[in-house]
């Protein structure tokens, strides 16, 4: 496929500081309610001419400091797509913590089940050369300590909280039942870097309520085996998917005889694969110029829980979710760089 020509309306730009940025008025997500369980981090990135070596020191240029974490950037870019999203995870009670809580709030997400702990905020250090190649460290921190089991997750959800320039975002405090708010829910979208226990338990309360439960099973941890049985919709990439079928390749339908009803493998810049109970297909990327590949993966799976929600195939989901991870390639950052609803249908309607 010839790559396509970024036009002013297909082109991305980074939003105002504080502000929610243009919603879709049209596509899969209006009037999509998503819950997304998962994690937030500070991200810390240094741009450098090369990656250093072992034990050397490389000079780099100005950090980089922005909202992060797999569950904050999936939220976001639901949120961009223009899906009503509830994030429910932890935070440290720290200022990192708070100001991670009002950027994702700035973007239209309900953070109040998000909990405040006495406990450092997770952070992930980035180190990224000329050509988009990268070295990550992330510390945990109060994502590793999210531990909840479904009375936990019993609470009533609170009422949406958002942040503003002048009104910080509210979050609940350490202690308090967290309720997922399910109720209104047309999906769960889940990540492994919380717990999977925390993770199994809100995949159960999401089953007793008749709410479709998507898992981006990364990273890839040996435990999730016992949540695949819940999942509707599981998405990998394919080393992701080579871990879970015990090597040999990355096989979407040995993905679904370890028991989700569906699966998707990302492939990069070659598409993605998927099968469900129709059969199994493949769908080509979208040719874009690339500039930063970091928070597509997120964008990619944002779009898929949201097109399969809105109860499209599975293989036209797919080709949504491509051409919106694309988009999230054509400009800078993770966050910043997720496009929204309009700009996904336009990208389609010129592909077309």
Not at 118 to 132: C, H, L, R, W, Y
Not at 186 to 202: F, G, N, S, Y
């Amino acid at each position: 496929m010839p790559e396509i020509e970024m036009s002013p309306e297909l082109a991305l730009e980074n939003p105002v500081p504080g502000t929610i940025r243009e919603r879709a008025t049209s596509g899969t997500a209006r009037g999509l309610e998503l819950v997304v369980v998962g994690s937030l981090n500070m991200d810390l990135t240094v741009p450098v001419t090369r990656l250093p070596g072992r034990g050397e020191t490389v000079a780099g240029a100005a950090v980089v400091r922005a909202a992060g974490g797999k569950g904050a950037n999936q939220a976001v870019a639901a949120a961009r797509l223009g899906a009503r999203v509830r994030l429910v995870g932890q935070v440290g009670d720290d200022a990192l913590g708070r100001e991670l809580l009002a950027a994702v709030a700035g973007e239209g997400v309900d953070v109040s089940g998000v909990r405040q702990v006495p406990a450092a905020t997770g952070m992930a250090m980035i180190v990224v050369e000329d050509g988009g190649e990268n070295m990550i460290t992330v510390a945990p921190g109060a994502n590793s300590l999210f531990h909840l089991t479904g009375r936990d997750f019993s609470a009533p959800a609170t009422a949406t909280a958002k942040a503003t320039a002048t009104a910080p975002a509210t979050a609940t405090a350490a202690g308090a039942g967290i309720g997922l708010g399910l109720a209104t829910a047309d999906a769960l979208l889940l990540q492994l870097e919380i717990p999977v226990a925390t993770c199994l338990a809100a995949a159960r309360q999401a089953q007793a309520h008749g709410v479709p439960v998507i898992l981006n099973a990364a990273p890839y941890t040996e435990a999730l085996h016992d949540l695949l049985p819940l999942v509707d919709l599981l998405i990998v990439n394919e080393s992701e998917a080579d871990a879970l079928c015990g090597g040999g390749g990355a096989d979407s339908a040995a993905l679904t005889a370890l028991g989700p009803r569906a699966a998707v493998v990302t492939l990069g810049g070659r598409g993605a694969r998927g099968r469900d109970a129709w059969g199994g297909f493949e769908v080509p990327s979208f040719q874009v110029p690339v500039v930063d590949a970091v928070g597509a993966g997120d964008t990619f799976c944002a779009q898929l829980a949201l097109a399969h929600a809105a109860g499209l195939p599975l293989a036209e989901a797919v080709r949504r979710a491509c051409a919106a991870g694309a988009l999230a390639t054509t400009a800078h950052g993770a966050q910043t760089a997720m496009p929204t609803g309009n700009q996904v249908e336009r990208l389609l309607a010129r592909a077309s």
